[in-house]
């Protein structure tokens, strides 16, 4: 118990920290980002962990926020401000910089977790499939976050989810998580998918997992967060749009995820 009080005041310090970096010019929301960042795609490999996104190629819809690909929403400060969070309250020392990589980069099977955001845009090639099939298969993990039924805007959402996973791994089975699964307990003890937060997203998150071989009693190879955007939380916890809990509510998860991936 007293290892999780600790624990939270460091969230909530660490969040603190982040807002007073903010009024110091630190964090500050842009209107985009910029050409340089989304050129400096690739992380060289240094033995560190580093957390990357998965890029791929999105319909003129997918362009909607801010004028980014449907990959990009949220990049890079969603996962910058979550390896700060990991580094202050564990040993890991993650490289805070991630990058993002192509499904078939060969580069990808350096870095045991990656990170896709909005895939009801995703569009998948054959070669794309094989190579993100390879991956999962020698021991990668995926969160999936940040997509919903969007058909107002032109994504697919779950239908188009879907048949690129399948396309990748044919056959494959999206079994439906409650908080029980290991991965809720890997750091923090989450009790109850109550406490995920939501910002614009109607309704109740839905969390589902695809386990090796199909089996629930086998690795979870992909986390998929379906009508919810936690990463949002992660992107906007400096800018004092959302309380501060709720913020560290979504961080939690985040932690679980890299923590239960790094050790599965």
């Known amino acids: 118990m007293r290892r999780k009080i600790v624990i ?56 909607y ?62 070669p794309e499939a094989l190579a993100f099939r390879a991956y999962l298969k020698k021991g990668g ?26 396309r990748v791994l044919p056959g494959a089975q999206f079994i439906d998580l409650d908080p029980s699964h290991p991965i809720f307990h890997a750091f923090f003890d989450i009790e109850s998918f109550d406490i995920i937060p939501q910002d614009y997203d109607a309704g109740r998150p839905q969390l589902r997992g695809v386990f090796e071989d199909n089996d629930a009693r086998k690795r979870l190879i992909a986390i998929v967060n379906f009508n919810t955007d936690v990463s949002n939380f992660w992107e906007f916890s400096a800018a004092g749009y959302r309380p501060v809990d709720e913020s560290n509510k979504a961080y939690k998860l985040g932690v679980n995820y890299i923590m239960y991936g790094l050790t599965h």
């Not at 801010?66 to 990049?75: K, N, S, V």
């Not at 078939?104 to 090639?125: C, H, K, V």
């Not at 058909?151 to 048949?163: H, K, L, V």
């Open 8 to 63: 939270a005041i460091l969230l909530t310090a660490t969040c603190v920290v982040c807002e007073a970096r903010l009024q110091n010019g630190g964090f500050r929301p842009r209107s985009r980002v910029s050409p340089e960042e989304l050129s400096a795609q690739t992380t060289p490999y240094d033995g560190r962990f580093a957390f990357v996104r998965l890029r791929f190629d999105s319909p003129p819809a997918g362009y």
């Open 65 to 126: 926020y801010r004028g980014l690909p449907a990959w990009a929403h949220g990049y890079p400060r969603a996962e910058t401000n979550l390896m700060r969070i990991v580094t202050d309250i564990s040993g890991l020392k993650p490289r805070i910089d991630g990058g993002a990589f192509a499904l078939d980069d060969p580069d990808l099977t350096d870095y045991p977790i990656a990170f896709m955001t909005e895939a009801g845009f995703w569009t998948l090639t054959d």
């Open 141 to 166: 993990f995926v969160i999936f976050d940040d997509f919903r039924e969007d058909e107002f805007r032109g994504g697919g959402g779950w239908a188009n989810f879907e048949a690129n996973m399948r």
